[in-house]
């Protein structure tokens, strides 16, 4: 298994650990999370909201690594772009939820530039 393939199944189980802080306040409504997790405010909105933006950020970053590893891209470009996004995804997170907008929006196109690369390695690298 390459480090890329490693990454998606580590970037699996990131959007939980937002989950998991969005809900850390112990009172959590499981008959009726989303209502529950809508009224949030704070820190854990900003984690729930993470942990939505996190989801949608999965599957073209998978789908990046599986087609670059199918085209024969560099493996070295793979791995390294993987192990970039899964750092800018977690910077995303942490800044998300620290309320730091500006550096949050530049983790997030550090995370898609990221996922472009992968698509860029397969195609010419």
């Known amino acids: 298994m390459t480090i890329a393939y490693i990454c998606v199944f580590i970037a699996i189980f990131l959007p939980f650990v937002f989950a998991g802080l969005a809900k850390s306040e112990g009172q959590f409504d499981n008959a009726r999370p989303r209502a529950w997790l809508e009224r949030l405010e704070g820190w854990r909105q ?3 909201w993470a ?8 599957p073209p970053f998978a789908a990046g690594v599986i ?5 024969n891209a560099s493996q070295t470009w793979i791995d390294g772009l993987a192990v970039a996004f899964l ?3 977690g910077l995303y997170g942490y800044f998300y939820i620290a309320d730091r907008a500006t550096l949050r929006s530049t983790a997030w196109t550090g995370g898609f530039a990221c996922v472009v690369g992968l698509f860029i390695v397969a195609a010419f690298i």
Do not use: P, Y
């Open 67 to 71: 087609i670059a590893h199918q085209l």
């Open 46 to 48: 900003r984690a729930h």
């Open 87 to 89: 750092i800018f995804r």
């Open 51 to 58: 942990q939505l933006n996190t989801f949608e950020a999965f």
